[in-house]
């Protein structure tokens, strides 16, 4: 059962040409632009560990009813001259909307550089995986989220330009933790490990903070 916290996860890869021109247009536009609507709470970007252009885009809601609403879908519906022209270099992209089933660790804003993301299909789920994450050296915050399949099907007029839908796997677990994956750490392992144990259609993917943007008023 959802505890209220909506979250939009896209995964995408950006174009080599176009990175320092999404950066700008993603820092000093899109995110403010997307914090500043009702109910969004903070947006976050994350870079995928050892490569320049594979990025997890984020953002938090007090519901996730507010990523389906008026104002949110007002912006989807009318990009800027400057989003029509970014859109184009994202490939492979994947988005999603999320509902929070539980979270265990901070509350803060940010908990931790790195970022475990695990997407997934599973006959039964496990919820205890959230309780046992946490409890790994290193781990900061362990959250579960579960698919909202009628927003996340929303057609927009943004969807159109960059061509994705969303992604096939019910679930998604995000692991924030200070432990990268070069040193082998024991989060890392252990998400495989389930991975290959007990969930299917997995994707296992670690990121660091790249940029951070909080709505005050939020």
């Known amino acids: 059962m959802s505890d209220g916290t909506g979250l939009m996860a896209f995964w995408a890869r950006i174009d080599a040409a176009y990175l320092d021109r999404f950066r700008q247009w993603h820092n000093s536009e899109h995110m403010p632009e997307r914090v500043s609507i009702p109910g969004f ?6 870079l995928g560990h050892g490569t320049r252009d594979f990025f997890l885009m984020m953002y938090e809601t007090r519901e996730p009813a507010v990523l389906g609403g008026p104002d949110y879908l007002a912006r989807l519906n009318a990009p800027t001259a400057w989003t029509r022209e970014s859109l184009p270099n994202f490939r492979e ?3 999603n909307i999320y509902a929070r089933l539980a979270l265990r660790g901070a509350s803060d804003l940010f908990a931790a550089p790195c970022l475990v993301s695990v997407r997934f299909n599973a006959e039964a789920l496990d919820a205890g995986i959230v309780e046992r994450v946490v409890a790994l050296p290193g ?10 399949r009628a927003i996340s099907g ?15 796997q ?10 990268g994956a070069g040193e082998e750490g ?10 290959g144990k007990a969930w299917r259609d997995v994707f296992v993917d670690l990121f660091t ?4 943007l909080a709505n005050p008023g939020g």
């Open 93 to 95: 992209p994947a988005r």
């Open 209 to 212: 903070v790249d940029y951070i």
């Open 154 to 168: 929303i057609q927009t007029s943004e969807r159109k330009i960059y061509g994705g839908g969303p992604g096939e």
């Open 170 to 179: 019910r679930y998604l677990l995000l692991v924030e933790c200070a432990i």
């Open 41 to 46: 709470l903070a947006g976050q970007r994350y």
């Open 139 to 148: 781990v900061a915050r362990t959250r579960l989220f579960e698919i909202d």
């Open 186 to 195: 024991a989060p890392l392992r252990t998400l495989r490990a389930e991975a």
